[in-house]
């Protein structure tokens, strides 16, 4: 039995193919896990640590006098710093300034002759001598060390959004189309270029080539003003499904034509010469030969392409509009950030929860994938 031997070269490429696996992955790992911890354990530490306590510093505002309670002389105003939630507390604090002025179990001297005590636990004990009647509520600083909590709470603040149903039916209905529209017309360009001889092809190839480094955000106003004008001339609505799918249409056109024309030109020309000899007009050959033996470069580009409309965001605002009606899924999760950004706990959440959908497609398309190339690949005796 003879055993294979591994080149550097192939050595050298299976390392890096597992460094680039690592790369995506971790990162994907990390998402993940923040996605499913709790805000405060977010902010206070990394995803590698969700495994183990952390120490978070707090602050709760004590209940004001509406709260007390009389016992014997003295008026006394409890509860739990910790609301309810599971940790331990080391320390805690009156002052922004001194945070953990006084370890946990301590009596701390407040004014006018109160006293606080908060135990390690989290409950807190509030003491005067006078009624707190009136009283805002004393502010309480606390350091505890919480054990990993995890929970769907992001998931069901993302998924019980308001309007979030009708985006994600608004981003299928831009993606699928978008799609698939292109695809339909790089393909029929593809073959021409590739096997119908005419006068200024390669000018036209040239041309395609061209348009791949134009970059969007440069044609994206005067294709909107040609658009409008169009639509003017005919009465067509500018805010419409219609104008964005011509939209990524056109954006997506020349990559697909490149690519659709590269793969299909190297096809065996003996099928092309034996189905014109057999009387097979170029549709026929088109339909019958050509995109049979293409499904893995249509099912490539559909990926990439479904990829690019379904997490597009600047196009959908400048074709299809900002209202409730009109906003794509990622316009809706940019929505719930907040303006600053701040909630990265609906972030997370809302990553996974936007890529369900083109790894459920990169799947499906996978299959087709592979079929066709073992179609390809096969030939007739």
């Known amino acids: 039995m003879r055993t294979r031997v591994l080149s550097p070269l192939n050595i050298a490429v299976h390392t890096t193919v597992l460094l680039l696996v690592l790369v995506w992955t971790i990162p994907t790992i990390g998402l993940l896990v923040t996605s499913l911890r709790d805000k405060n354990q977010i902010v206070a530490s990394g995803w590698w640590t969700a495994l183990t306590?952390?120490?978070?510093?707090?602050?709760?505002?004590?209940?004001?006098?509406?709260?007390?309670?009389q016992e014997g002389a003295a008026?006394?105003?409890?509860?739990?710093?910790?609301?309810g939630g599971s940790g331990t507390v080391s320390a805690f604090g009156t002052s922004?300034?001194?945070?953990?002025?006084?370890?946990?179990?301590?009596?701390?001297q407040l004014k006018d002759g109160q006293t606080l005590t908060v135990a390690a636990d989290g409950t807190f004990k509030l003491t005067s001598n006078a009624s707190f009647e009136g009283s805002r509520g004393q502010r309480i600083f606390f350091t505890a060390e919480q054990p990993p909590r995890f929970?769907?709470?992001?998931y069901r603040t993302v998924l019980n959004a308001e309007g979030i149903g009708k985006s994600f039916i608004n981003s299928l209905t831009v993606a699928v189309p978008a799609t698939i529209i292109p695809?339909?017309?790089?393909?029929?360009?593809?073959?021409?270029?590739a096997w119908m001889?005419?006068?200024?092809?390669s000018l036209l190839l040239a041309g395609i080539v061209g348009l791949l480094v134009v970059p969007l955000q440069m044609s994206l106003i005067p294709l909107l003003r040609i658009y409008n004008d169009v639509g003017a001339f005919f009465g067509v609505p500018s805010k419409t499904y219609l104008g964005i799918w011509l939209a990524h249409m056109g954006f997506g056109l020349p990559l697909a034509i490149y690519l659709l024309r590269n793969y299909i030109a190297g096809l065996p020309r003996e099928i092309m010469e034996s189905a014109r000899v057999d009387g097979a007009s170029d549709f026929e050959i088109f339909i019958k030969i050509v995109l049979p033996l293409s499904y893995p470069a249509l099912a490539s580009f559909a990926i990439f392409q479904f990829l690019w409309t379904w997490n597009d965001l600047l196009v959908a605002m400048v074709f299809l509009g900002t209202g409730n009606d009109e906003l794509v899924l990622t316009g809706r999760l940019v929505n719930l950030l907040g303006s600053r950004g701040a909630n990265w706990e609906i972030l997370t959440a809302s990553a996974f929860i936007t890529i369900i959908v083109p790894l459920l497609v990169f799947f499906v398309l996978q299959r087709y994938l592979v079929r066709g190339l073992l179609a390809g690949s096969v030939k007739g005796g």
């Open 197 to 201: 001889p005419f006068p200024g092809r």
């Open 53 to 69: 306590s952390s120490s978070q510093k707090g602050i709760f505002r004590a209940p004001g006098g509406e709260a007390q309670r």
């Open 96 to 108: 922004s300034l001194k945070p953990e002025e006084f370890e946990a179990g301590a009596t701390a």
């Open 151 to 154: 929970s769907l709470d992001n």
């Open 75 to 83: 008026y006394v105003i409890s509860g739990n710093v910790l609301e």
């Open 183 to 193: 695809i339909l017309v790089a393909a029929f360009a593809a073959y021409a270029l």
